[in-house]
């Protein structure tokens, strides 16, 4: 797929019109989002999506005739969801611990189990908080992923709860708020990790990529950099672990970044120490910013599933932002292929660090 691919939205039909969706969104052909959007049931004026992905409940909301609010982290979602709703939806870019207390009447949540338990545990202190009294929580997981665990806590914290639908490990439960929702606890928490004689501090929020430790891997890849490292670009640079021990060497820094959560991690992090866009790939990049070298720790994963895509487009990217005779470094799980696709842009490619994780380095021609 080549970055303008990536980078196109594309028009899928759904009950009562289209949405927009885009390679690197959540929510499109997912089973959860199908299911959640097909069962729950209209209730009061206002609805509140807390995962909106790029927006199939959301659209169900509106087809019941629901005003809808819609938070969102990613970009890649936010651009889908910009698109499909315009004016009709409130999209906003935020957490979903981060709502308005009691203004809304239902609120719908696919569980975000793969942002771990604490960010889950957070989204639904989030509706419990927006709820407004005999407002009601549609909920949605997989019993393999802590649906019980998650609906025992969403009774606790609001009230009486129905499970109303099992479908292989899927559960769809509605509950609905009949007490005060507990105070937000505190949310950030900080760890510190020593590279190269140097003492850094980070801060993180729930769901990040390896909050609490920074990533072997990407350990490995700032063992490999040079000294000197001119203009750096850090794509997915999630709460800043491979750009904040660069600060001071890098002539500037630039961190890209699609969840919003990462990107408050990474400006915390960093101040004014590096430009952090809240971006999907090189998207909020002008068309001229080139760059000395860029890095990254691509994702591969999207939900469960290994998916490549994004990495490709990262790739692309680096290849298309770099000056000429410019370095990629790029760290990678032994198994990855990434070696072909690199080849395909890159004149150079080369293996410098094997260990638990690869590095490789790829030049672009001079
Ligand atoms: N560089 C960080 C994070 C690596 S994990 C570190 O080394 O710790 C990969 C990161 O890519 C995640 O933070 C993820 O949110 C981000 N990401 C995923 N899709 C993206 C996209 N489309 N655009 C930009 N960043 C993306």
Redesign the pocket.
């Known amino acids: 797929m080549s970055l303008e691919t990536y980078h196109t939205l594309r028009k899928i039909p759904v009950k009562g019109g289209f949405l927009y969706t885009k390679a ?1 969104a959540r929510g499109s052909q997912d089973p959860a989002y199908e299911l959640l959007a097909d069962h729950l049931e209209p209730h009061g004026q206002t609805a509140l999506d807390l995962n909106p992905g790029i927006g199939l409940v959301t659209n169900a909301l509106r087809q019941h005739g629901l005003r809808v609010q819609a938070i969102e982290t ?3 979602s936010l651009r889908c969801l910009e698109a499909s709703f315009g004016a009709s939806v409130r999209v906003t870019r935020g957490l979903p611990w981060e709502t308005e207390p009691d203004s809304t009447d239902l609120v719908a949540l696919v569980l975000p189990a793969n942002r771990g338990t604490r960010f889950v545990e957070l989204s639904l202190l989030g509706a419990a908080r927006a709820l407004r009294a005999g407002g009601r929580l549609w909920m949605f997981g997989s019993k393999n992923k802590g649906f019980e665990h998650y609906f025992r806590l969403a009774q606790d914290w609001l009230g009486y709860g129905l499970l109303v639908r099992r479908d292989g490990p899927f559960r769809l439960a509605v509950v609905e708020k009949e007490k005060p929702a507990p105070v937000l606890p505190p949310v950030w928490r900080s760890f510190e990790w020593e590279f190269s004689g140097q003492k850094l501090l980070f801060s993180y929020l729930p769901g ?3 909050g609490g430790q ?2 072997p ?2 350990a490995m ?1 700032l063992r490999q950099l040079p000294h000197d490292l001119g203009h750096v670009l ?10 904040c021990p660069l600060v001071g060497r890098a002539q500037c820094l630039t961190l ?4 919003w959560a ?1 990107v408050l991690c990474a400006q915390k992090n960093l101040g004014e120490q590096a430009c952090v866009l809240h ?3 090189d ?1 909020a990049l002008t068309k001229d910013q080139l760059f000395t070298t860029v ?5 591969f994963h999207v939900g469960d599933l290994v998916v490549l895509e ?1 990495a490709t ?2 790739i692309e990217a680096a290849y298309a932002r770099l000056e000429r005779g410019g370095k990629f470094y790029l ?1 990678a799980n032994r198994f990855l292929p990434y070696e072909p696709l690199l080849e395909s842009c890159f004149a150079t490619v080369r293996t410098v660090a094997v260990d638990s994780h690869k590095v490789l380095m790829a030049q672009k021609l001079g």
């Open positions: 690197g990613s970009r890649a990040v990529f390896s920074v990533d891997g990407s890849l850090d794509i997915g640079g999630g709460y800043g672990a491979l750009s890209l970044e699609d969840d990462s971006s999907d790939v998207e890095i990254t720790n691509p994702p994004t487009a990262f760290v």
